[in-house]
């Protein structure tokens, strides 16, 4: 891509990787310790505790970005969601058993 900026760079944190079968059940959890200064997300394969991948992220951006350093420097956390959805082109790639829960 010519109009690539050549100071960015891409950069992903993942955990562990795990093979996924069609019909299985994932779980994606995102939980903030109780001084709020670090994030730990998990995903699973319900009915496996072998495969479960985790990401323990101890600062915003992974710590990639010298703008900010700190979990406490952001002053509101909001529920949301997480869905991984790769490759679904419209509502037809979406399983008919897909669905959302999210707990607080």
């Given at each position: 891509?010519?109009?690539?900026?050549?100071?960015?760079?891409a950069f992903a944190a993942v955990g562990e990787l795990h093979?996924?079968?069609?019909g299985e059940?994932?779980?994606?959890?995102?939980?903030l310790s109780n001084d709020?200064?670090?994030?730990?997300?998990?995903?699973?394969v319900i009915?496996?505790?072998?495969?479960?991948s985790t990401v323990i992220v101890k600062k915003p951006f992974m710590g990639l970005l010298?703008?900010?350093c700190s979990w406490s420097e952001y002053k509101t956390t909001l529920a949301g969601s997480c869905w991984e959805n790769y490759n679904m082109v419209n509502a037809t790639s979406?399983?008919?058993y897909w669905h959302e829960v999210q707990t607080l």
């Amino acid at each position: 891509d010519e109009t690539k900026d050549d100071d960015y760079k891409a950069f992903a944190a993942v955990g562990e990787l795990h093979p996924v079968e069609p019909g299985e059940y994932l779980r994606t959890s995102m939980s903030l310790s109780n001084d709020a200064l670090i994030w730990t997300l998990t995903m699973e394969v319900i009915g496996d505790r072998k495969r479960k991948s985790t990401v323990i992220v101890k600062k915003p951006f992974m710590g990639l970005l010298n703008t900010t350093c700190s979990w406490s420097e952001y002053k509101t956390t909001l529920a949301g969601s997480c869905w991984e959805n790769y490759n679904m082109v419209n509502a037809t790639s979406f399983p008919p058993y897909w669905h959302e829960v999210q707990t607080l």
